[in-house]
């Protein structure tokens, strides 16, 4: 078998250790939370086609330059946000 197969079917050996369950992850995620998870991915992936496939066939390629902008503003819409958040609160006494 050639060295590039061999890596790309290369296995790696279980230690004695993680058998045992010593390094075992906690569980973090709940059937709710996944569930969730999954409805919300496939919601999104429904919208995200809907909404290209009504752009290119109404729309044409004026739709790219539009989402560009968008997501940059979005994108300064979120810094400000973000920078608004961690100033301190205002007294309300005045200078």
Do not use: E, Y
Not at 3 to 19: C, E, G, S, T, W
């Amino acid at each position: 078998m050639p060295p590039f197969l061999r890596q790309f079917f290369a296995v790696r050996q279980i230690d004695p250790a993680d058998k045992s369950g010593a390094k075992r992850l906690n569980q973090a995620l709940g059937a709710w939370s996944l569930t969730a998870i999954g409805l919300g991915a496939t919601i999104g992936t429904g919208i995200f086609v809907l909404t290209g496939t009504v752009a290119a066939q109404q729309a044409g390629p004026a739709v790219t330059p539009v989402v560009i902008d968008s997501s940059l503003r979005q994108r300064a819409r979120g810094a400000v946000l973000c920078g608004v958040r961690h100033l301190p609160a205002d007294s309300g006494q005045r200078l």
